[in-house]
């Protein structure tokens, strides 16, 4: 009965895709997909539209699509260990957004539409490559939130 499915533990599951069945799952809250081998966030996930809680850490994800902006109720959201180097604008969407975990990604820099979330507490980015201009930038956007950076480096990115 995938109506009544609300949480999802797939965790270590050596995972290359998203299941397609996993979209059946319309009042899905809790999705961990934590320690796969995902590449992507792929489309499909922003019909998880009840989605609260996301974690995809830890896997080799490249790419975010813009349909991660369609998860409006997500409250908490990790992301980290991967090879993200970008966020879609859509990520400005994510208005319940609480707490955005990015710690040990490629992140080079975050786009203008982060400044919409103002629910957002936490923003981690630790162990990320960052020069000290780029984070002055991310902090002007996020003037609420509490940021975790690593120094800053000398590098041009």
């Known amino acids: 009965e995938p109506d009544k499915v609300y949480k999802l533990s797939l965790v270590h599951q050596k995972l290359d895709s998203l299941p397609k069945e996993i979209i059946k799952f319309k009042n899905l ?7 796969n081998r995902l590449t992507e966030i792929p489309k ?3 019909e998880l ?3 609260q ?3 995809m850490s830890r896997n080799k994800i490249v790419d975010v699509d813009e349909a991660l902006g369609n998860l409006i109720h997500l409250k908490y ?3 980290s260990r991967n090879d993200i180097e970008r966020l879609p604008p859509t990520i400005g969407k994510l208005v319940e957004l609480e707490k955005l975990i990015m710690w040990d990604t490629n992140l080079a820099d975050v786009p203008d539409e ?9 923003l981690e980015l630790r162990d990320i490559m960052m020069n ?5 930038r991310i902090k002007a956007l996020l003037p609420d939130t509490k940021i975790s950076f690593s120094p800053s480096c000398n590098c041009k990115l």
């Open 77 to 79: 959201l990790e992301l």
């Open 29 to 35: 809250q809790v999705l961990n997909l934590r320690g």
């Open 132 to 136: 000290q201009d780029t984070q002055d």
């Open 53 to 55: 809680w996301l974690d």
């Open 44 to 46: 499909e996930i922003g």
């Open 114 to 122: 982060i400044q919409n979330l103002k629910n957002l507490q936490v």
């Open 49 to 51: 539209k009840h989605l």
